[in-house]
């Protein structure tokens, strides 16, 4: 069972890398990042660390203050401890029209910091 400090926690962190009040640079991210992150996305192509903050880096040139994800609504957001201090999260993201299942596995603690390991988007269809 995940306590709430870690489900709030975790939950203010996604969808990842849309929250401004969490992550506002490209320096932000990569304190959010493990190490070895890497993700796959909606589109099934792996994308690397590197290419992440990259990425990251023009979002923030060409918008520093506008947050992408205060239009999207997040449902079905579960947390699950899976190894010690290790948490699945799962979720879905509507972007309109665009709807994808979410998962990240995030590592640590409010005391420690997180750090995502690993993130993926898969597009779904409206049931």
Do not use: C
């Not at 690397?48 to 990251?56: C, E, G, H, N, Q």
Request: glycine fraction near 6%.
């Amino acid at each position: 069972m995940t306590d709430s400090g870690t489900l709030k926690a975790l939950r203010r962190r996604e969808p990842l890398f849309h929250r401004r009040d969490v992550v506002s640079s490209a320096a932000d991210a990569d304190r959010e990042m493990a190490a070895d992150y890497w993700e796959t996305g909606a589109s099934g192509r792996r994308y690397s660390r590197d290419f992440i903050l990259a990425t990251l880096t023009e979002r923030f040139a060409g918008s520093p203050s506008a947050d992408a994800g205060e239009s999207w609504t997040v449902t079905d957001f579960a947390v699950r401890e899976i190894a010690d201090r290790t948490y699945l999260v799962t979720y879905v993201l509507n972007e309109q029209p665009r709807l994808t299942a979410r998962v990240s596995i995030w590592q640590g603690s409010e005391v420690d910091g997180w750090k995502v390991l690993y993130h993926q988007g898969t597009v779904i269809s409206p049931e």
